[in-house]
């Protein structure tokens, strides 16, 4: 928005009606307490400010000043074109090109209409408040900002999801290392065992019984490969089944009846072009299923020609037990041993198996951490960028410094959650875990177990450091804080003149500031990132004249 030109207010049961109109500079708007400084802000901003809705103060003041009056605003764009804004009570503004007052929607002038309100003690909180200080300069980049945090969500979502998947497969690895347990001394228990001779069975029979004990383990694996095969095919049908019952209830639940439609040809075309896209998908849906359906039916028949002839092998295996009558015991108890050394075997291979699917998505994790590093980066340098040019327009007076992700709250609110009931004393190690080290940094050292990097960079012990990664590896809490987006810290800094005590200038945070040298700081802030009109109420409060004079008023 290049200007605000006038207010208009009727019908209000508070003010008299009335029009005011704006001049291209500065404007001051006085009166005593009560006389409506501060409600005709409001009016403004229920006008300007569509977000103003949600707010539950903005809208009280409107309803009991405005009632069932009107507000109406004339702006200028930047191109140039004036439009009237009319506000109601409850009704969005309602926009009107000038001087035709053709009605334009809101939704296509919203971007033109842009305003920077500060309420009355607001310019104070953002001296105090790193977050609003840091809000302030991204309005220079405010654009670049929204396209990179959009894209810092969708990384964090994917994180997430991908942090849901490693924990799925680490549930199924401990019931698999569970069930391993029962088998652990099963292969020395079968060798043992093969050791003792039996009587009766000369070298030859015992190594061809030992053969047919060993084709019986190779049966149950190639039974094991087409069960697997099997079950790879029904995942696929079971895709194609749920992308299809999607696309089904879209149908039920967002093809409408055209007589429902205001503008038939427009809606008529955009259905016409999305329900061809989901009949051309489901058709070819369906093709895949046939396929995949007749493919899993010809693996069905092998694999029951395969488990056929396993039982003809079976039967000569049982037969060839059946000749060692005297040592049935003993067959007995090594068929039974070499099937569990078998059963472990294979544990152990779909174990194998699930530690590299796992391994693969802490692989794809590592790749979208990085992704977010360099995001946080991208951001870091815009604002570094926005903090150079600020500065040089100060002349020394104010200064401001940016720390790469130095608002910390969301790593230590997580990291104190994560070791609740811990049994450490986190409140101690938190503050050094956070001062040492990035959430990235910390989530890797927990992830490899890295206790003495953890020691010697936190200082503290190996028992704390190694009861720290016990605490959190593979939990929840590692996981959201390795996908934290902690935002970069800004400081406003004061030039302080020498006095007799001190005899060089010195430079304070806003922290550290009166509330009257903090709002001498963020007000030429204000001036410098703000490119829109700037509606602040009470701004002179706390700035000494001498600032008021030079800086606000200054003609040049």
């Known amino acids: 928005m290049k200007k605000i030109k006038s207010i208009e207010v009727k019908n209000s049961p508070f003010y008299r009606d009335f029009k005011l109109d704006f001049s291209n500079k500065l404007n001051c708007i006085m009166g005593g307490r009560g006389t409506g400084k501060t409600t005709l802000l409001y009016f403004l901003k229920s006008v300007l400010d569509a977000r103003s809705m949600d707010d539950m103060y903005s809208n009280r003041l409107l309803r009991s000043n405005l009632g069932s009056g009107t507000i109406t605003v004339e702006f200028e764009t930047e191109d140039d074109r004036a439009f009237n804004l009319t506000k109601t009570i409850d009704d969005m503004p309602q926009p009107y090109l000038l001087p035709s007052l053709d009605f334009v929607s809101f939704q296509q002038l919203a971007p033109y209409i842009e305003c920077d309100f500060y309420e009355a003690g607001r310019i104070e909180e953002i001296g105090r408040s790193s977050k609003d200080r840091l809000e302030l300069i991204d309005k220079k980049i405010k654009s670049d900002i929204g396209i990179y945090f959009s894209e810092v969500r969708e990384v964090q979502m994917d994180l997430d999801s991908n942090a849901q998947e490693i924990k799925s497969f680490n549930k199924r690895l401990a019931l698999f290392d569970g069930t391993l347990e029962q088998y652990e001394l099963v292969k020395i228990e079968f060798e043992n065992y093969k050791n003792i001779k039996p009587t009766g069975i000369n070298e030859e029979e015992n190594k061809s019984f030992e053969a047919a004990d060993q084709n019986e383990k190779v049966r149950r694996q190639e039974s094991r490969f087409f069960n697997k095969a099997i079950d790879i095919l029904k995942m696929l049908q079971g895709v194609i089944y749920e992308a299809d019952l999607d696309l089904t209830e879209y149908y039920l639940s967002e093809v409408i009846d055209p007589h429902d439609f205001q503008n038939v040809e427009i809606m008529n075309e955009g259905e016409q072009l999305i329900i061809n896209t989901v009949d051309t998908t489901r058709a070819k849906l369906k093709e895949i299923g046939t396929f995949i359906s007749a493919k899993q039916k010809s693996l069905d028949e092998i694999f029951t020609f395969l488990l056929n002839t396993h039982d003809i092998q079976q039967a000569e295996f049982v037969k060839l037990k059946q000749k060692f009558e005297q040592n049935r015991e003993y067959i007995n108890n090594y068929n039974a041993l070499s099937k569990r050394v078998s059963e472990r075997e294979t544990l152990l291979k779909d174990r194998e198996e699930l ?49 790469h992700a130095g608002i910390k709250d969301d790593f230590q609110d997580k990291l104190r959650s994560g070791l609740k009931g811990s049994g450490l004393q986190y409140n101690v190690l938190i503050p050094r875990i956070v001062e040492c080290f990035s959430t990235v940094e910390f989530a890797q050292i927990i992830h490899k177990e890295d206790a003495e990097t953890l020691r010697v960079i936190a200082g503290i012990d190996v028992y704390r450091a190694t009861a720290l990664i016990e605490a959190l590896r593979e939990t929840d809490a590692i996981y959201e804080i390795e996908s934290l987006y902690c935002n970069d810290l800004p400081e406003f800094k004061l030039k302080i003149a020498a006095d007799s005590h001190n005899l060089e200038d010195n430079y304070r945070k806003t922290d550290e500031l009166s509330m009257g040298q903090r709002c001498t700081t963020v007000l030429p802030i204000i001036f410098a990132v703000s490119t829109n009109p700037l509606i602040i109420d009470q701004p002179e409060d706390n700035l000494d004249n001498r600032y008021i004079t030079q800086s606000i008023c200054n003609p040049s």
Request: no cysteine.
């Open 355 to 403: 530690i590299k699917r796992r391994n693969r998505l802490k692989e794809h994790r590592l790749i979208m951490v990085n992704k977010l590093n360099k995001l946080k980066q991208l951001i870091f340098r815009r604002r570094l960028e926005v903090v150079k040019q600020l500065n040089l327009t100060f002349n020394g007076e104010v200064v401001i410094t940016l720390t």
